[in-house]
């Protein structure tokens, strides 16, 4: 179990993640101010002009922020190019893919940092994706994100995608700002900001938010609920500066899985009376239950985290030359999940009972007793309950030295961090399909008892253990400007990741003894017994990169890097003690200009070692091996008159499975694509600003994306067609003080669908389970600055 007394005892020995403190590219008068842009995400220290930059990074400020109107943390990814974000299940449970590195879900390599330093070292967990542990507010100023380049050796050595959230700080005055919003389903929320001096050389900042509503897909009771606060100060020293800040996150949301759709080939038809956009299955009559094992559930818990996390960043030049930099972060807290998960398709009660070898004997509601035709659609889903204590000590400690025209660092990495894990998955409800499903039970006509207050079944897996992992890395960079034009650097990481676990082993027993009592035949149980589990690796991780500027406008890059990262405690518990590695290549053209700016990066990335994991028919079932993808990037801005401007970007992907096997190596699945990451991705921004007064502004803007067409699945049986989605907004700033806002999202309610149901593989015309994106939904708010 990791100690608390580190944060004492070893902030002084380990340190610092890579700084990633990029500033949004802004929208200049004209080029040169725009390529003194400096960028410090991916570097070493002290930050370079961004044209200087030999590696992909996209930078979102917090007015792109609003015109993005994420609905979710992880939503906010989808401007990213190279990233497939899916966030269609809620304020939590995204699962976040990046150029083509293949995974079953959550976000398996995605790094989140805070100030330049990753709050939980592990990016993922099963059932923890780490947007479920912070939100975005009116608190950020930025957020960044690395893709590939340099990220294999800062932080915690993520290979994929690093995305750093830099807070807003206090200036030479005191600022505040408060906000109130509704959405037309009903939902609330209000935002506060306070900033300014403490003293001559001390600043602080604090702010946050609170919301409460159903959610749009109402269950018809508050399923969204919770706030955030976070504060800092900063005092800066005669050589260098201290910033502290803590954070206090206690928000949860209705975890969105799969409901029932008809497929007719391409097309996603409602079933039911549960509209693709807004239905949900979960309701008043599966809120409140007392599962099979007497344990009592509540799904307005959700999924979601109570956490706090405190931080600080460092910098202090400790000689000429010589720069030291400390980055240090500590979270604990719980992060806790309480869903509804289909575990069938939809059904007639007819066709049900024939499954099970018989016919309906009586079926009635659970509440009411009042009897129901046999020819009643029903779907079967079960209430899953994950309970995740986590906690993580990271720091990293850097010296920088600085010479003419060579920059050296080298540095220290060091993470201790815990998952206290208590699972029970199963509990499966038999339910009417339609909207805020009502329970059911079923006897069948031999005498056999298919249901107990609607449950089929009890838990068919838990999960009691505790986990710890230790990761300690070194790494030096050397970065050189060999002429005005040529900058080039080359570093080298060395990573040691150690694990260890106590798991209790499940055992499937008939919980009456009586045969003909379905509900609780092959129920799973934690029998008492323990098993160990240890792992420990070392690994070296590298990056060459060269930077040429063919003009003040005009750049051009090239860079390879190595990375690995480690399995996470979960694959370690179910036997998968591969280590995936990456080898990855890219190349880019940067070109910024009064009229346009384009970043595009051409990359190619191989893949060994990769294990995904999906849970069918109650057990995890893993895939392992390799893949390899190949695609461009763009990203950039059209400015063709003042007040006018269209921001775009897109990806195009090729990524393919390569000595990829599953069912215990039986099933050869090479040369199928990653699943659920689409050839074509793309988005389109026009926006137009109307000035008004001596300082009012009506900004109108819309965004049309476009998200290709992907398998569900690693066999690529079930696909997933490609979808259009049109968003629009429009704010008016009465003045500098007074603003209003209205936003559109999905605005003519496309039915896309970002998941199927890996429990319940299907293609073709058929009912299927599978997530649809939300549906549409207007947003007003109103802001006061002061």
């Given amino acids: 179990m990791l100690k608390r007394t580190y944060l ?53 400020n917090s007015a792109a922020i609003d015109r993005a109107a994420p609905n979710s943390t992880a939503d906010l990814f989808k401007v990213i190019p190279g990233v497939s974000a899916e966030s ?56 960044e994100a690395v893709r590939g380049g340099t990220g294999a050796l800062f932080g915690n050595g993520q290979p994929g995608l690093t995305v750093n959230f830099v807070q807003k700080e206090g200036g ?75 954070r206090y996150l206690n928000d949860r949301g209705q975890w969105l899985l799969p409901i029932p759709v008809i497929r007719d080939g391409d097309k996603v038809r409602q079933f039911g009376n549960i509209d693709p956009g807004t239905g949900v299955l979960a309701g008043p009559e599966t809120r409140l239950a007392v599962l099979p094992d007497g344990t009592r559930t509540d799904l307005a818990d959700g999924r979601g985290a109570k956490l706090v996390n405190l931080g600080t960043n460092f910098d202090y030049e400790i000689g000429e030359g010589f720069q030291l930099r400390y980055r240090a972060s500590y979270l604990n807290g719980d992060a806790d999940t309480t869903g509804l998960v289909p575990a069938s398709t939809a059904t007639t009660a007819d066709a049900y009972a024939a499954s099970l070898g018989s016919t309906v004997g009586s079926l009635t509601y659970v509440n009411g007793g009042q009897a129901v035709a046999g020819s009643q659609q029903v779907i079967r889903a079960g209430t899953w309950i994950v309970r995740k204590q986590i906690e993580d000590f990271t720091n990293d400690l850097a010296v920088e030295w600085e010479s003419g025209n060579n920059k050296f660092t080298v540095g220290a990495y060091y993470s201790d961090f815990s998952s206290n894990d208590q699972w029970n998955l199963g509990n499966i409800h038999l339910l009417t399909a339609e909207n805020n499903a009502r329970l059911l039970d079923l006897t069948l006509a031999d005498g056999r008892v298919a249901t107990n207050n609607g449950y089929t079944q009890g838990s068919f897996f838990n999960v009691n253990a505790a986990y710890d992992g230790r990761e300690y890395a070194f790494y030096a960079v050397d970065e050189f400007q060999l002429t005005p034009e040529l900058r080039l650097d080359a570093g080298i990481r060395y990573q040691n990741y150690k694990a260890t676990g106590t798991i209790e082993n499940n055992s499937s027993v008939d919980i009456d003894g009586d045969p003909d009592t379905l509900y609780d035949n092959g129920t799973a149980v934690l029998n008492g017994t323990f ?88 057990a995890p079932i893993a895939s392992v091996g390799g893949a390899r993808s190949t695609g461009v990037e763009l990203e950039g801005q059209i400015r063709p008159v003042d007040n006018f401007s269209i921001a775009f970007s897109g990806t195009w992907l090729n990524a393919k499975y390569r000595n ?81 806002a209205v936003t559109a999202d999905n605005l003519t309610d496309e039915v896309g669908l970002t998941e199927g149901d890996p429990r319940q593989l299907g293609g073709g015309s058929q009912v299927v389970n599978a997530r649809p994106i939300l549906g549409r939904s207007f947003r007003f708010s109103a802001a006061y600055k002061f």
């Fill in 8 to 60: 004492l005892s070893s902030i002084a020995l380990f340190a610092m993640p890579m700084t990633v403190h990029a500033q949004e590219a802004p929208q200049p008068d004209d080029a040169a101010a725009a390529n003194e842009e400096i960028v410090v995400t991916g570097t070493a220290g002290g930050g370079i002009n961004r044209q200087d930059a030999a590696f992909a990074i996209t930078s979102i």
């Fill in 88 to 143: 269609s299940g809620g304020q939590n449970g995204a699962n976040i893919f990046v150029r083509g590195y293949p995974s079953g879900g959550d976000a398996e390599f995605v790094t989140l940092t805070v100030q330049g330093v990753p709050f939980f070292s592990p990016p993922t967990l099963s059932f923890l994706e780490n947007t479920q542990l912070i939100r975005i507010d009116e608190t950020i100023e930025r957020v």
């Fill in 172 to 246: 030479r005055d005191f600022e505040g700002l408060v906000k109130a919003s509704i959405t037309d389903y009903g939902d609330l929320r209000g935002d506060m900001l306070l900033s300014g001096p403490l003293g001559e050389n001390t600043s602080f900042m604090v702010g946050g938010y609170y919301s409460s509503g159903e959610g749009i897909r109402s269950p018809g009771f508050t399923a969204e609920k919770g706030g955030q606060i976070t504060a800092n100060i900063r005092h800066d020293l005669d050589k260098g500066s201290l910033l502290v800040f803590a």
């Fill in 531 to 618: 098993r160990n589990i240890a792992y420990k690796k070392g690994a070296w991780s590298w990056t060459v990169g060269a930077n040429y500027d063919i003009s003040s406008s005009v750049g051009v890059y090239a860079r390879y890097n190595r990375g690995n990262t480690n399995p996470f405690f979960d694959n370690l518990r179910d036997g998968v003690f591969v280590s995936p590695r990456v080898d990855n290549y890219e190349g880019g053209v940067k070109v910024r200009t009064d009229l346009f700016s384009l970043y595009a990066t051409l990359f190619h990335t191989r893949f060994r070692g990769l294990s995904t994991t999906v849970i069918t028919d109650g």
């Fill in 660 to 740: 990829f096997f599953t069912d215990g190596g039986a099933t050869d699945l090479s040369g199928n694509r990653v699943q659920r990451q689409p050839k074509w991705q793309w988005r389109v921004t026009p926006a137009y600003d109307i000035p008004f007064g001596d300082d009012g502004k009506i900004s109108l803007y819309s965004t049309f994306a476009y998200v290709g067409d992907r398998f569900s699945d690693t066999a690529n049986v079930q696909t997933l067609p490609n979808y259009f989605k049109i968003d629009a907004g429009i704010s008016v700033d009465v003045n500098q003080a007074l603003s209003f």
